[in-house]
């Protein structure tokens, strides 16, 4: 797994990671010196994409999906000068290489989750949801001190969210067999738009049938499936409950097994998640393969590279303008590199796929980070238990440049110095994890019990008395922390507000706008001053001096916590 690409960083114990794909096999190319390559054409026009489509063709390659929305094209083609020949056509922005993915036999997709939505649908339907003030928890949430932190358990008491407002899980997928999720999951609206690599997600295709393309509901790295339980686990007395327990999941899958977001599906995941009408998305990672993605390219970065992150940029900023622009709000992740986003460090792990990364000179003015820097994205950064910003967690010393809007609960293992809790996994955000990735993990054997090594992680098994059918009939949990963390923790009290104050809005539907939630959440948030002296010092904790960062800003608003700690009460109330 890359969770360092998914903004998700692991605890300090050690974690057992084994390969454990099973059922069918990538069929290699005949010739791998032959094999095409694939590309991404992105059009001066969004509305010009068919007509270049078109003339793609006409160079002689083959077209594999066209996004009219913002005026990506994919392509592959084995001719060498494809990309400088595409370049030149009248009507194009820019041509990048995309990621190559493994030859999968043809066959016709069975359509499984959708055969069955219409029966989950159905069974949903006759479940009485749970009333506000019943809760304020499920038995595992004694150990969520994250929802104490947001005063969810006071909002429970006004409103659960509503089944009107739907949350896109953008990431690795999500486990709708887990039977703290099943209730909420929308089979129907949810879809997947990636397809299996053979290189990174493991040497295995687990459905050739589906061209390795995995169904909805199916998670091979837990990290989506941790993301919404924090969001809309159920509140139906076991396990957890999410910060919005009500509301509807869908999956809209950018995220390969491994953990990579690659241009192309994360740009169709979003303009889907517009055109479907869903009303917040979580984004808790970064476009691969560029930590950093820079206007001309870094200094270090060849002109290919550099033509590459041009189009990333531009296909991206299109791309959430328009989700943003119909009534999506965008939620993400800060991320993971204990790094001043307004003064950021040089970049040694770009490119993470295709080549090997060099050092790079990373210029404020013309990098950016994505999707957390974009203008119409609210980022978000992770604190512990004790309302100090996470040592990895990034910060910004530019308060108010929309790099840090709000913070959340992202769990801190090295919080408590001097405490019991110091080092321990309570410090992290325990929340849903797939059956089948404990198995690869090692955390969960054969006949279902949590191993010797899943217990010193703190997984945890529950089995509700009545099973739901449909899913599993128990239920596993893990502990993560990261800004990944953080950031569902947020996307859950957008999902209250859009809940709560949402009204229809013409050919949007049911919804609420983008702006109008962050700026009920900023105002709502609760206030968090810097640490006193303005410097946070993490030496104690067992960090070097290259972890020690700079507030600066007020109580309202700083570049630790934006305008604060978001507040699920504050939103409903």
């Known amino acids: 797994m890359h969770r ?9 114990i050690a974690c057992l990671i084994a390969a454990a794909f ?66 030149r056509l009248s009507g194009v922005y820019g041509v990048a290489r995309d990621q190559s993915i493994g030859h999968a036999p043809k066959a016709k997709p069975i359509a499984v989750p959708r055969g069955a939505a219409a029966t989950l649908a159905k069974q949903a339907a006759k479940k009485k949801p749970p009333t506000p003030g019943t809760g304020p928890s499920d038995p595992l949430d004694t150990q969520l001190w994250g929802m104490s932190m947001i005063n ?16 896109g899980i953008m990431d690795t997928g999500v486990d709708a067999s887990h039977p703290d999720l099943h209730a909420n999951f929308d089979y129907g609206l949810s879809r997947n738009f990636v397809t299996d690599m053979a290189d990174i997600d493991g040497a295995t295709c687990e459905h050739p049938e589906l061209g390795c393309k995995d169904p909805v509901g199916e998670d091979d790295d837990g990290h989506g499936t941790h993301v919404a339980g924090t969001i809309a686990a159920a509140m139906n007395g076991f396990g957890v409950s999410g910060v919005a327990p009500n509301v509807d999941i869908v999956e809209v899958r950018a995220g390969q097994d491994s953990g990579y977001f690659f241009l192309q599906p994360t740009v169709d995941a979003l303009t889907y998640s517009a055109d479907a009408g869903i009303d917040v998305v979580n984004m808790s990672f970064y476009v691969d393969p560029w930590l950093y993605n820079c206007l001309g390219g870094a200094p270090e970065d060849t002109p ?26 965008l939620v993400a992740a800060s991320g993971n590199e204990n790094s001043d986003l307004a003064n950021p460090p040089d970049d040694f792990s770009s490119p993470d796929y295709g080549t090997d990364p060099h050092q790079r000179t990373i210029d404020n003015a013309t990098c950016v980070n994505l999707p957390t820097e974009n203008p119409y994205v609210i980022g978000v950064d992770a604190l512990g238990p004790s309302g100090k910003k996470s040592d990895f967690s990034n910060y910004t010393t530019e308060p108010g440049s929309g790099e840090v809007d709000l913070s959340a609960p992202g769990g801190w293992f090295r919080d408590g110095f001097g405490t019991p809790s110091f080092r321990t996994n309570g410090n992290l955000i325990l929340s849903t994890y797939p059956h089948n990735v404990g198995l690869a993990e090692g955390t969960i054997d054969a006949d279902g019990n949590v191993t010797p090594a899943g217990a010193a992680l703190g997984v945890q098994k529950v089995c509700p008395a009545t099973p739901d059918p449909g899913a599993d009939a128990c239920g596993y949990y893990q502990f993560l922390q990261g800004t990944s963390m953080a950031s569902p923790h947020a996307a859950g009290v957008a999902a209250l507000a859009v809940s709560r104050h949402g009204h229809t809005m013409g050919k949007f539907g049911f919804a609420m706008a983008p702006d109008a939630v962050l700026a009920l959440m900023q105002k709502t948030a609760t206030d968090h001053a810097c640490p006193p002296g303005g410097v946070q010092s993490y030496t104690q904790e067992g960090r070097d001096d290259s972890y ?11 570049g630790f916590y934006g305008a604060g700690i978001v507040n699920a009460y504050g939103v409903v109330k």
């Open 304 to 329: 290919e590279q550099a033509a590459e992150q041009n189009v990333i940029i531009t296909a991206m900023n299109r791309a959430l303008k328009y989700a943003h622009d119909r009534k999506v709000t």
């Open 22 to 87: 099973v059922s069918g096999t990538f069929a290699p190319s005949a010739d791998a010196s032959s094999a095409p390559t694939r590309y991404v054409v992105l059009a001066q026009d969004a509305g010009s994409a068919h007509a270049l489509a078109t003339r793609l063709k006409a160079l002689g390659a083959s077209v594999k999906r066209v996004n009219t929305d913002i005026g990506l094209v994919t392509v592959t083609s084995k001719d060498a000068n494809f990309r400088s020949r595409a370049g």
């Open 152 to 167: 969810a358990g006071k909002a429970h008491a006004i409103t659960l969210g509503s089944k009107k407002v739907r949350v």
């Open 4 to 12: 360092s690409r998914i903004i998700a960083v692991a605890s300090s």
């Open 548 to 558: 020690t960062a700079t507030c600066v800003g007020t109580t309202a608003f700083n």
